[in-house]
């Protein structure tokens, strides 16, 4: 089991920045692959980024290519994605995600965090 709480989300203005930090909790929770993902209202949640339990391993999708940095801090039991030149479309509730395995899939996740970008 893992618990997922995410955090960081508010207003910021286009071209600007926010770190979320997502805090795991549970015995499995420093060996889990964790990914961000944003779902805007009557749209399907869309991956963002992803990253192995050590941390050597990154994936990210085009549209946050080069803008967006996950990260994790394992002693800290937490993980982060920073968010750079922030756009209106970013706008969206942000999750964080965990499961065992590096797939497609995630069997744990988090409440998610409003983030609104106005331009």
């Known amino acids: 089991q893992v618990q997922l709480v995410e955090s960081g989300g508010g207003l910021v203005q286009a071209g600007g920045s926010l770190r979320l930090p997502c805090t795991a909790s549970g015995r499995s929770s420093s060996s889990a692959v964790i990914g961000w993902f944003r779902q805007v209202p009557g749209k399907e949640r869309d991956f963002l980024a992803r990253?192995?339990?050590?941390?050597?391993?990154?994936d990210y999708a085009d549209s946050v290519k080069g803008r967006f940095t996950i990260s994790r801090d394992n002693t800290k039991n937490t993980l982060y994605l920073q968010m750079n030149s922030l756009k209106p479309e970013d706008t969206a509730v942000y999750y964080c995600?965990?499961?065992?395995?590096?797939?497609?899939?995630?069997?744990?996740w988090g409440q998610g965090t409003q983030v609104t970008v106005s331009s």
């Open positions: 990253i192995s339990r050590l941390g050597g391993s990154t």
């Open positions: 995600a965990a499961d065992r395995l590096w797939g497609t899939t995630y069997a744990y």
